[in-house]
């Protein structure tokens, strides 16, 4: 009798660490040197995670690759951005994804994300040179993928939001062309300077 | 089942969970119908020209890459690790820079700490990556001796993997 009430002791403690239940909260972070915060969801077999990249990340960035002051300014300035780190970690097959589906979410309402595309037409219409926008275009994350698994990837995402704002992210992707959600909770724009 | 049994492998099956959750499985997807490689013509850190094409009758790994991209930076000593253990065999690996100069990437080798011996090879104006079908970076593809694109991976991997290497070694032929 004892032994069976061990064993059922051992099942249950192992499936609570190996197999834990799909409701997918969001890990916050903040790193201890810089106070630059992350947010982090594990569920269904995907992971993502944001981290705030400052605004004078943003023009260090940028300018070392060709844009003017006054585009860099649009982008550190005019929007908030992260380091976007999507995973698909499941063994069960392919997702696919579109930002385009994406939604910020604030008391005020729904957004979508600004999508490369919108930020290129922005950077022709600026006279951004080419080799810059190339840059920029390998270094946001790609609108749309697949991702077999094991794939990942990690690019800059941004929204039209001001600095410091917070809100939920709502994500979606598709596996086997079935809709698949979750939401990243309590994600804020980063600062001029950390607090 | 008796339970001194079954709490062995319980055991068993909890902690190979657990190692693939640390370590996400080392993975390269197979291309539908395998492709044609995109040709290209590209001059390395040292303006030595490299054709893909010469390197017909070997398995090539292309990664696409750029300092400033996190995943790229990491996998890099990967890549030299595995370099060293299939370098002596019929395989070639190319390390094509998307948009940057030799200073630069320099820089980055230098600060690697590891002797970067394989090609990595400057498409400066970013005409070869857009002629294969990379959406982000890194990416990498295994080209087999035919010259058809075999596997995909998208995102940083640890090369010296062994699954990895097995995948590679398997399309490599036998003298």
């Known amino acids: 009798m004892r032994s069976r009430h061990v064993l059922a002791g051992i099942i249950a403690a192992g499936a609570a660490v190996a197999f834990p239940l799909r409701a997918a909260e969001t890990v916050h972070a903040v790193d201890a040197g810089t106070r630059i915060e992350s947010w982090e969801v594990r569920t269904q077999g995907v992971s993502l995670r944001l981290a705030q990249i400052l605004p004078d990340q943003v023009r260090g960035f940028y300018l070392a690759r060709g844009f003017d002051p006054g585009s860099v300014e649009r982008l550190a300035t005019g929007a908030c951005v992260f380091q976007t780190i999507l995973r698909n970690e499941s063994v069960k097959g392919a997702i696919e994804f579109n930002l385009a589906d994406w939604r910020i979410v604030t008391a005020k309402g729904e957004q979508p994300l600004t999508l490369e595309r919108e930020w290129q037409q922005e950077w022709q219409r600026r006279g951004v040179p080419a080799a810059a926008r190339t840059a920029f275009r390998y270094a946001f994350y790609p609108t749309e993928h697949r991702y077999e698994p094991g794939d990942w990837n990690m690019g800059m995402t941004t929204c039209a939001l001001p600095l410091g704002s917070r809100f939920d992210l709502r994500f979606v992707w598709r596996e086997n062309g079935a809709r698949r959600e979750a939401v990243l909770r309590g994600v804020r724009c980063a600062r001029e300077t950390p607090p | ?175």
């Open chain 2, 1 to 175: 089942m008796r339970p001194t049994r079954i709490i062995p492998a319980f055991v068993l099956i909890l902690l190979a969970h657990l190692a693939r959750a640390d370590s996400p499985p080392q993975t390269m997807t197979a291309v539908p119908k395998r492709p044609a490689a995109p040709d290209f013509t590209l001059k390395d850190t040292d303006r030595r020209l490299y054709r893909l094409s010469d390197s017909h009758g070997k398995v090539v790994l292309v990664n696409f890459w750029a300092t400033w991209c996190p995943p790229c930076r990491r996998e890099m000593p990967s890549m030299q690790r595995a370099w060293e253990k299939l370098k002596d065999e019929r395989f070639d690996m190319y390390a094509v820079n998307v948009g940057e100069d030799e200073d630069t990437i320099f820089s980055f080798t230098f600060s690697t700490g590891v002797e970067i011996t394989f090609p990595i090879l400057l498409d400066r104006d970013a005409r070869v990556v857009k002629a294969w079908p990379v959406i982000a970076l890194p990416t990498s593809f295994i080209v087999d001796p035919d010259g058809r694109i075999v596997y995909r991976a998208v995102g940083g991997r640890e090369w010296d993997d062994p699954s990895l290497l097995r995948q590679i070694r398997a399309l490599i032929p036998k003298r």
